[in-house]
């Protein structure tokens, strides 16, 4: 400085100082990456609090600009704001998520409510909303990329309640800040009961059944949480659910299973049941003000599906043949345990073990033998090369780039003409500090306004860790959430537009699993399978009668799998659909309920009990959304239909439309004539009741 005194320099350089590496313009690292060696905690307040100062400051720009409104300095100025907000933004979630600790989970919850007042007070401003309306869209001979954005802001404004009425305004905006609140809560909370339970294995009498992949995981588990007993199983899936499968100690599988079932509903400052009465609540009134009869109604009014009626006619329509075959499941493990001798009725807590005794004598097959030829490198490599095939990309190992934890992985993605696309991220083992599930997310996503920004893309897993020195071999469900999770990735790294509204994943809900969805079918073709699943110690390919196998029981306990999803959904949408949002609402009671009126086997629980279901209650991204899984289902079972209609599951010509129409194309068009422009027309549900083996 060349002036000015001692208060001058703290009120410009002490800031700036508390905020660390997000002072700093760019970041001279490695493909832009956060130094996430150089964040600290106490960054990130002070970095929020610039960035809301300096975001608003611009949106108070473009609200009161004096020349006539335009798409230029108006729409796609509000596309230029906010970089700075973004940037903090989605370093501190990406953690937050993924390795918190007890300093950021306070930050989280002081600064989501401030978040969300922030973003009500853009929607909500009335000059920026005039602006946004008189953009004449025709007299400007808007692009139709340009007429797209324009037509997204004004549904998001008036979604976000820019045409209600000052009071209604303000009481959106009370709700959105407490919605905030209180989907923080859930996720701690959550998170809180998955790391308080742990269930320790004494002796060999404990670990009776578990193979030694599961021991060793197991082991791992007790070593990250002070090692005070010699084999401990988590509330990890990858964990509990190999635990269900194997153990043969009946007393332990329950006691497991009913922890893993109650998170959440505990009692005490963890339980949800509280929270999601409010949240539910809130959800219902901000629909009402909107002029909707529910929060389904307002939700899905903005989807692929149109209403709720539509939605629940696809999970009535699945939900019945998966009834009756599930029914027929359940009396052949009945018929099993009594054959062994046993006279008790299968329960919840069973269900897995039989299953897996059962597909061992129906398939030949046992879960041990196939993670053998599945190591993480391996389908990891399958992931990758089928991305080769498919799009001509090619991914290169980084060793000296920064991460969040020693165990990220890194890629560069260059494209078939050797340009870069992007960076790939890989955080694949579960770990204290991570929330359950798998995800995809983006430290920075893809867009040419603001010049040619390559995204930054990462998947985050949950898989049990080897110990050092053995490969981590996963389950073909396992392999699967691995292709699935990539899916979305190549979502992210191939996405092709100039605005960063329209970019990658930000499309209708029931659409975005298309590419995830449609990505697992790769993984099930024996050309795959064949050149990646190798055994992790010898390199021998899977046996050809193991493949064969395998691929036999591709539907074997469908009917399970189907009900347990399906379950889910359909209490989803009934919560949203129902006048049961007010104070006072009885979670467990109203689950109960919507359960019997579906007549839900007794001996399977929902893949996702209310008090857990992070997926609607910690946003509210999924939120009367949870059927959009099956939705998308119908699409990729069709989609990949046209693959095998063309004779070849890399076809060149059907591969370049997949990228161009979904993979590429973010929200450049509505979902149903992308996937038109892709397939040649809608789709139809037979491919997938095929697929799921309930087709008639």
């Known amino acids: 400085m060349t002036s000015g005194t001692p208060a001058d320099t703290r009120d410009t350089e002490a800031p700036t100082a508390a ?22 905690p106490a960054h990130y307040l002070p970095a929020f609090e610039a960035a809301l100062a300096s975001h608003s400051a611009e949106i108070a720009a473009i609200a009161g600009e004096s020349a006539p409104a335009t798409f230029a300095n108006t729409v796609e100025a509000l596309e230029r704001a906010g970089q700075a907000l973004d940037r903090v933004a989605s370093v501190f979630f990406n953690l937050s998520g993924s390795h918190t600790n007890a300093e950021l989970q306070a930050v989280e919850r002081t600064i989501t409510p401030r978040l969300a007042r922030h973003g ?20 400007e001979g808007l692009s139709p990329e340009q007429a797209r954005v324009l037509d997204r802001y004004r549904t998001r404004f008036r979604r976000s309640g820019a045409d209600l009425a000052p009071e209604a305004k303000a009481r959106m905006a009370e709700i959105a800040a407490r919605m905030a609140e209180l989907g923080t809560s859930f996720s701690q909370n959550l998170l809180a009961d998955e790391g308080a339970f742990a269930l320790p294995l004494e002796g060999e009498d ?3 059944g578990l193979p030694a992949f599961l021991r060793s995981a197991a082991a791992a588990a007790a070593e990250e949480r002070g ?10 899936r990858s964990l509990i659910e190999p635990f269900l499968v194997f153990s043969t100690r009946r007393d332990l599988r329950e006691k497991a299973y009913e922890a893993w079932i109650r998170r959440g509903e505990n009692g005490g400052e963890t339980d949800n049941r509280g929270l999601i009465a409010e949240i539910v609540s809130l959800r219902a009134e901000r629909a009402r003000l909107l002029g909707y009869e529910s929060f389904a109604h307002f939700k899905l009014s903005d989807t692929m599906a149109g209403s709720p009626d539509r939605a629940m006619d696809l999970l009535r329509n699945v939900w019945t043949p ?12 009945q018929a099993l345990i009594q054959a062994e001798g046993h006279n008790f009725a299968l329960a919840r807590h069973d269900w897995r073990h039989y299953a897996e ?16 030829y599945l190591p993480l490198d391996g389908v990891i490599a399958a992931a990758f090369d089928t991305a080769t095939r498919l799009f001509g990309l090619r991914f290169a190992e980084l060793s000296d780039v920064p991460r969040y934890h020693p165990d990220v992985r890194a890629w560069a993605v260059h494209d078939a003409d050797g340009s870069e696309i992007g960076l790939f991220l890989g955080d694949y083992f579960a770990r204290a500090s991570k929330r359950s599930g798998a995800w995809m997310s983006a430290f920075r996503s893809q867009e040419r306004l603001a010049g040619d920004i390559k ?10 860790k080897a110990p050092d020195g053995e490969a981590t071999l996963l389950s073909f469900d396992d392999a699967r959430t691995l292709f699935h999770e990539f899916g979305h990735a190549l979502h992210g790294l191939l996405s092709d537009v100039t605005y960063p509204l329209l970019a990658g994943t930000a499309v209708a809900g029931d659409f975005v699993e298309l590419p995830s969805q449609l990505y697992e079918h790769w993984l099930e073709q024996p050309e795959v399978l064949r050149a990646h699943a190798r055994h992790h110690r010898t390199g021998e390919p899977m046996p050809e009668d193991l493949l064969a196998r395998l691929l036999a029981a591709r539907t074997f306990n469908q009917g399970f799998a189907t009900i347990e999803y399906t379950s889910s959904a359909i209490v989803d949408m009934t919560l949203h659909l129902s006048s049961a949002g007010e104070e006072g609402l009885d979670v467990t009671a109203f689950e109960t ?7 839900m086997p007794a001996e399977i629980a929902m893949r996702h009990r209310t008090p857990h279901f992070a997926h609607i209650f910690s946003g509210d991204g999924y939120a009367a959304g949870y059927y959009s899984y099956l939705w998308s289902e119908v699409l990729d079972a069709d989609a990949f239909d046209a693959f095998r209609e063309a004779g070849d599951i890399f076809h060149p010509e059907t591969a370049a439309r997949l990228r161009k129409y979904v993979y590429g194309a973010g929200n450049l068009r509505d979902p149903g004539e992308a996937y038109t422009a892709f397939r040649g027309r809608l789709p139809s549900i037979d491919p997938l009741l095929r697929q799921r083996g309930l087709a008639a």
């Open 19 to 40: 905020m660390g590496p997000f002072a700093e313009t760019a970041w001279a690292t490695p493909h832009g990456l956060p130094p996430f060696e150089r964040i600290t």
């Open 206 to 208: 404990d670990l009776a």
């Open 227 to 236: 090692g005070d007993h010699g084999h401990v199983i988590t509330l990890s």
């Open 357 to 372: 005794k059962l597909r061992r004598a129906e398939h030949d097959l046992d879960a041990s033998e196939i993670k053998a």
């Open 593 to 599: 309920d919507a359960l019997r009126r579906i007549a």
């Open 322 to 333: 998966a009834h009756h075959r599930a029914a027929a499941e359940r009396d052949r493990l």
């Open 120 to 139: 009500s007070a853009i929607y909500l401003n009335a000059d920026l909303w005039a602006r946004i309306s008189a953009v004449d869209a025709e007299a």
């Open 455 to 464: 995204p930054i893309i990462v998947n985050v897993m949950n898989f049990a």
